[in-house]
Structures are given as structure tokens and as C-alpha cells.
């Protein structure tokens, strides 16, 4: 199976700096990996697929890259809305596999 | 727009079963396939179960094999997962899930003697 670690668990950040998150897959996933943003007591909600494919209605300041077994996601201008957890997924190969979450919160 | 209503959770005792559905509206349902995925309390995202959207293909999460069975009736535009031998860490809210960007708000599961 493959292994998702993602880094930092915890981040803390100010309005308006760039923020980067990071998951590393434990082999090649080839670019199938999606990354979600869970706000506290709501459903998961997509925000890129295929590493850097931004899902309808998702504000442009999410990005995402990556290749091989590193990918990043990046918040260019963190807002306060942004405050969540992120947990990416790799679709490479069953069973599909998250990250264990990167919890984001303002400073 | 797309919808995914996720039924049939509740308190279960150990070792019993239980079966939820999840009714898609809003797209058609025979043309995708389907997932569920859970959530323990407090705790991360679990992929449990995906289902082709002609059910050739199902795979499971090894900690649910041999217990959990995933289906779909197209007709009715509805996913299911049958679970046994239920065990305590299967308490988790189940979200049903199509991984295009839609998800259920998701239903609880909580098996407890």
C-alpha cells in the first residue's frame, strides 16, 4: 500500500502570508493526487485534483505541484476563511491512501 | 446540482450489521463510479470502499475486507454499504462520495455494547 505523509501536522500562519503544505507519497503516484480542504463539522470539499487542477469555484490563490512522490500545495495570500484542515489523496492505486492532515491556523 | 444523501446509521452492538445507502441526484449516477470513505471521530480521512460505475470493479480498504460489501443499483440511483462484524473501530462518520469533487455531509456509525 502506499504511504501519504504530509508536513507540517500543525501550521501557523498570518493573514496574507504564503502558506505551503506538503504530502509525500511512499512511492511514484504519478501525478494522481488531490488535495481537500475540511473545515471544522463540514464534509470534505476538493480543492485540486491530478496535482495541480483547480476544482470549480476554488479561489485561484490555492495551487498545487508536484511530480514523482513530492507534492505541494500552496495558499499564496492566506485568508482568515482558509482556517482547516488539508489532507491530500493519492488515486494512483488502490487502496487509495490520505495523508494524515496538516491542521492550519492563523497566528 | 449534484447531491449525496447518505441514510441508515445508528448505534450498533459489536458484531452486528448495518447498511447504508446513499442517494445521488443531480447527475447520472450509472456514469461514475462511487466511494465511500469515513471518518473517526477526531481523527483523519479513511478511504474504505470504491465501486465501478457498472460494478466490474470494487475494491475494498484492507481493514473492511471479508465484513464490508459495497453495491449500487443504478435504477434507483443509489449506493450501498452492507457492514459486519461490526467492531468498535468502525465508529466513524461514513461519507458516500464521488471523487470529482462531491461528497455527502455523511452519516454516523456508532458501535457500542
Known amino acids: 500500500d502506499i504511504q501519504m505523509t504530509q508536513s507540517p501536522s500543525f501550521l501557523s500562519a498570518s493573514v496574507g502570508e504564503r502558506v505551503t503544505l506538503s504530502c509525500r507519497a511512499s512511492?511514484?503516484?504519478?501525478?494522481?493526487l488531490d488535495w481537500y480542504q475540511q473545515k471544522l463539522g463540514e464534509a470534505p470539499k476538493l480543492l485540486i485534483y491530478?496535482?495541480?487542477n483547480l476544482h470549480t469555484g476554488i479561489p485561484s490563490r490555492f495551487s498545487g505541484s508536484g511530480s514523482g512522490t513530492d507534492y505541494t500545495l500552496t495558499i499564496s495570500s492566506l485568508q482568515p476563511e482558509d482556517v482547516a484542515t488539508y489532507f491530500c489523496?493519492?488515486?494512483?492505486?488502490?487502496?487509495?491512501?490520505f495523508g494524515a492532515g496538516t491542521k492550519l491556523e492563523l497566528k | 446540482e449534484v447531491q449525496l444523501v447518505e441514510s441508515g446509521g445508528g448505534l450498533v452492538q459489536p458484531g452486528r450489521s448495518l447498511k447504508l445507502s446513499c442517494l445521488a441526484s443531480?447527475?447520472?449516477?450509472?456514469?461514475?463510479?462511487m466511494n465511500w470513505i469515513r471518518q473517526a471521530p477526531g481523527k483523519g480521512l479513511e478511504w474504505v470502499a470504491s465501486?465501478?460505475?457498472?460494478?466490474?470493479?470494487?475494491y475494498y480498504a484492507d481493514t473492511v475486507k471479508g465484513r464490508f460489501t459495497i453495491s449500487r443499483d443504478n435504477a434507483k440511483n443509489t449506493l450501498y454499504l452492507q457492514m459486519t462484524s461490526l467492531r468498535s473501530e468502525d465508529t466513524a462518520l461514513y461519507y458516500c462520495?464521488?471523487?470529482?469533487?462531491?461528497w455527502g455531509q455523511g452519516v454516523m456509525v456508532t458501535v457500542s455494547s
Open positions: 491530478n496535482t495541480n
Open positions: 443531480g447527475f447520472t449516477f450509472s456514469n461514475y463510479g
Open positions: 462520495a464521488r471523487l470529482e469533487g462531491y
Open positions: 465501486i465501478s460505475s457498472s460494478s466490474s470493479y470494487i
Open positions: 512511492q511514484n503516484i504519478n501525478k494522481y
Open positions: 489523496l493519492q488515486r494512483n492505486s488502490w487502496p487509495y491512501t
